[in-house]
């Protein structure tokens, strides 16, 4: 009987194994086979139950020979059948049978609608299909599509003999169960685990079975939180070329921990994909009607993109012609009281177990303050995190440098969660995030059922909230960017922490028992108003934390401060004020200060001695500066904790004598200024600038400390070049802005620093510049330059020379403009001299992305009679330059270049001047060329019926001609 259960478990596992690895199926034979050895062993068992029964005679006397027999030949019966079995097992031609295997589970689905999505599904589509990606993450925010995106390519592979042999299907709990994980593969492979395997032996036996060599894709849905793919059985990307794995999840964090190898982000719908999904959900005849039109186009803009919600408003109003209702969901939508059918269950209730699922409270408090913002507001990320700081939300312990720092990481897991989304800026080097504006609804849902929150953020109030709306558990308050004139009312709101009412006017002031009741009051921010005092009964805040004046144009009068000893922050930068609040030397518990262009004319340096917990001193453009010498410079040695000090100087001496002190090496960031700057300024970190006709007339050069990573040179006449006491100290320089300094005639001297560090170089209004380096310059001059601007430099006829452009390898952007006699970007400089053979190489820029050039009238080459490879080159832009009429990079087109360029920029008449100099690649240049309006100016003619403009006047690029394809190849 052992010898059969041995055949019977080498059989199972060798079934079991050919119908995972090569989709075969047991003969008929074998599964009646495998059924009768459970029926023998059965009977065998019910054998050596009755064996075990000791039947005796005559009242148990004597044995029961009868049924001893009866017995043996029931035996001999068995092992008669038994050793027929094992003669029937040995399946000599063949335990299984090849059959058509199921490729997988064809999904319900919708209809994939919008180019956004489409694109995010051709592009996980080719990652598919790349043999060297093995693990793909797809992420974004709950109810984008993600689900449906993979569904639609899952139901393409089911249905297309594709690369694939099976494609599996499973969605994770959102709890993490890895034993209904692995269970669920199995299933979906036919895999049986029995019932005493444990977690390794079903890793085990999943891993064998989905190694090959038939081809498995794995897609697992709505992942939240990553495994171990060794503990699961998934086979590690490195030992298996015949599966691949797809998540989908909400989090770039639960990527990463899945270590997937390529990222796809599901974005959001653009507002012409959001109106036609719209229109689709709600029916065309409806929203044709003129009086639903344009409020059902403001509701399509409230979802903000977002297919789930889009869907299900679409639905809710699916054929309701009463304009009331639709006005009454628009309404609700941009109020965030939204009671619309379906909104609750299937759209914010998933958006708020993303919420439920952040990491932990502190995660969660931030994510819900970022609610006191307007809908749809840009949040500066550094603002954003001091206000969790000034709150105590990042907790009491630690510095105030270690706490941005955690903020940032925080900001980072709100992102990579989609619970923020980053913004760029334009014209902004600062950090900034949004939140979506259903995110925002679903906060401020949890956050108003308690009433701990009221917010009429950017809601154009003129009135402020009525009495009974300052409800006495409110906690944060949020009026900032309205139309208040005055705050009338005495609230009582003893729990009230943070109360923002930055950008009203103010202008008829603070109820004067306005902060009677607020006695936990931590942060208060009124910048940004016209206020012109504030109410005596500010000064009984004992608890605040944070006082924020900043911009306040029209102040005049703080009360005392000598009650507030827990204040930390007190920024009266940009505010009015001439004189400082009494109480000052009383604010022992300060640790940032900043005083920032503020008129006040009375900073005592004595104060300092008693801010010992100061960490941020800002003093920059103080209205009066402040006489750092001897005196101060030892008040602030007093501040131990300092770690940004910014200040600016009246006079080299003053700024020398603290550079001396090496004060300077204390702090981790600072500032500093010798002149006064203008408000508009700003500079980065570690930064000084020199700023003053008459900063280099004296004897005396500045004493520059290290650690300098940017260098501003603002109108200082009398130098003709950098000084070398700044070449002596540019170890670390990474920016440098030349600025109207107007007797500059070259930049760097050979033989000096070669300003290894460098990555960023603006040169503005130099009249006298007529070069950049003064002689032969050395090997690695400017390596590491990435950034070149040249603006209004008159005097300047060729921009970079052929030996200093061997150096520049790093190069990513150049931008000239407004140079009146430049006539080449490259060239020789020495004047007819011989050349040398390295000005006959090629000039390789192998890093350059962006050409810039603007009004630049004389500009006739970028590198005469010389063969340019920029093979990363992204963009060009040129206007304004009538005489340039050839680029250096299409004399011999690269197929790097050609797969890199995405836009050429430019006038009409300068299109059709690159295709008379460049005509093989006349369907490159249509293709990607946008005629811009700042440079109609020099079209001076039009052509008419041009068969260049037919063919190639397509704006999406698709149909260049077949020039670009017989010349290029494919793109």
Known sequence: MRILNARETDIRQMVTIERVRNGMEPKAEVKLWLENVDQIKDSVNKVKEDSADDRRCLIGCFPNYYFRMKLGNMVEEQIHKVNELLEQGKFSEGAVVGMLPERGKTLPTTMLMGETAKRSSRRIWHYLMDESIRTIGIFGMGGVGKTTIMI???????????????????????????????????????????????????ASKLWNALRGPKKFLLIIDDLWEAFSHQEVGIPCQEFSNSFKLVITTRS???????????EVEVELLSSEEAWDLFKHKVGEE????????????????????????????????????????????????QNSTIRIDGMENQVLSRLRFSYERLKDDTTRSCFLFCAVYPKDHHVNVEELIRYWIYEGLLGNLGDMETKMQQGYILVDELKNACMLESICQHGSIDEHVKMHDLIRDMAIALTGANQIYMVRARHSICKPPLHEEWHPDLERVSLMRNDLSSLDCEPR?????????????LSKGINPSFFNHMQNLQVLDLSYTGILRLPDSFSNLENLRALLLCSCWNLHYVPTLSKLKE???????????????????????????????????????SFLSNYRMLENLLLIG???????????????????????????????EDFNYYTMSGHWSQVESFKFCIGYPESSMHFGRNSVALIGAHMFHREIPALLPGRIHELVLLACSGINHLPTSISFASSQLQICKLQHCDDMEWIITSGWSTFPTLESLEIEGLGKLHTFCMGIPQEGTLANLKVLHVTQCNDLKTVLSFELVQNLKSLEEIVIENCERIEEIIGDERGGEDVTQVDNAEIILPRLQKLKLSSLPRLTSICWNRVMICDSLSIIEVHKCPELTALPFFVEIRQPLIQSLKQIKGSRRWREDLTKSHPDCIGLLYSIFKVTQSSAAYDIFEPQNSAANEIFEEDDGRNIG????????PR
Request: charged fraction near 25%.
């Open 567 to 605: 204040l930390r922050v007190l920024d009266l930068s940009y505010s009015s004020i001439e004189h400082m609040p009494h109480g000052m030397e009383m604010l022992a518990n300060l640790r940032r200060l900043d005083l920032s262009h503020c008129r006040a004319n009375d900073f005592q340096s």
């Open 152 to 202: 639609e390519i899952n139901n393409r592979l089911v249905r297309e003999d594709v690369y694939f042999d099976t494609v599996i299907w499973v969605t994770a709990s959102r709890e993490p169960n890895l034993p209904k994980l692995q269970n669920d593969i199995a299933k979906s492979i036919g895999l049986c685990f029995d019932s005493d395997d444990d977690g390794m032996t079903r």
């Open 286 to 333: 409806v929203v044709s009607s003129l009086s639903i039109e344009a409020v059902a186009k403001e509701i399509a803009k409230e979802c903000g993109g977002l297919p789930l919600a889009i869907a299900t408003v679409g639905r809710a109003l699916r054929k309701e012609y009463n304009v009331r209702q639709w006005r009454i969901a628009l309404r609700e939508l």
């Open 252 to 262: 770039l964090s639960v990527c990463r921990g899945m270590e997937t190898m390529r």
């Open 962 to 969: 077949e020039s670009a394809s017989s010349s290029f190849g």
């Open 622 to 652: 103080l209205w009066q500066s402040l006489e750092l010498g001897k005196v101060f410079v030892d008040q602030l040695t007093s501040c131990i904790n300092l770690s940004l000090f910014e200040a600016n100087f009246r006079t080299v």
């Open 493 to 505: 709101c003893p729990k009230l922490s943070t109360l923002l009412l930055q950008y009203n006017s």
